[in-house]
């Protein structure tokens, strides 16, 4: 399947089999969040796997709906503030860092067959303390990842090209 293929593909599957996500899959699809370019490379992403119990309670339990409850992992996607890099004007790139590692691991997680959510309204406050990260290292996003219980049917309406791009 070629890349474009694949961004169409994608949705966000919000209901996951009880079937187990093999560790070569798991493997794959965290390579392509380590490949994942950075401002000036200094790839300051730090991204935990939770799949075992009681941790996976206490991160699914960070986001209020119950769908979550269906997924075998949840990959907290966080930036490391003290380390990513900043603009002389002082932009903090670290969570566009972080976006574009988040997205290079839905993409490949759907190439794989897996299914993925981006979650980003959820109590990041209570996951940084579940996760006992250090100061500056903020989760930015949850992914549930899994096998999807059911074909994804989700409609993609997009703008047309003229609306979002200006040729100059």
């Not at 994608?10 to 089999?17: D, E, G, H, L, T």
């Not at 972080?98 to 691991?105: C, W």
């Not at 993409?107 to 500056?136: H, I, K, Y």
Request: proline share 5%; net charge negative.
């Amino acid at each position: 399947m070629n890349i474009l293929d694949v961004i169409k593909e994608r949705c966000s599957v919000r209901s996951f089999s009880a079937k187990a996500v093999e560790k070569d899959k798991l493997d794959y699809v965290l390579e392509a969040v380590r490949m994942a370019p950075s401002a000036v490379n200094y790839q300051p992403i730090r991204f935990y796997v939770v799949q075992s119990e009681p941790m996976l309670g206490e991160i699914k339990s960070c986001y209020g709906r119950e769908w979550i409850n269906s997924t075998p992992i949840v990959i907290v996607a966080c930036g490391d503030h003290n380390t990513g890099w900043h603009r002389a004007d002082g932009k903090d790139h670290t969570d566009i860092d972080t976006a574009i590692a988040v997205d290079h691991l839905t993409l490949v997680a759907t190439e794989a067959g897996l299914g993925t959510c981006w979650v980003c309204n959820f109590d990041a406050v209570r996951c940084a303390s579940v996760l006992n990260l250090p100061e500056g290292v903020e989760p930015v996003a949850l992914v549930p990842l899994g096998y999807p219980s059911s074909v994804c049917r989700t409609v993609k309406k997009r703008k047309e090209m003229g609306e979002i791009i200006t040729y100059l």
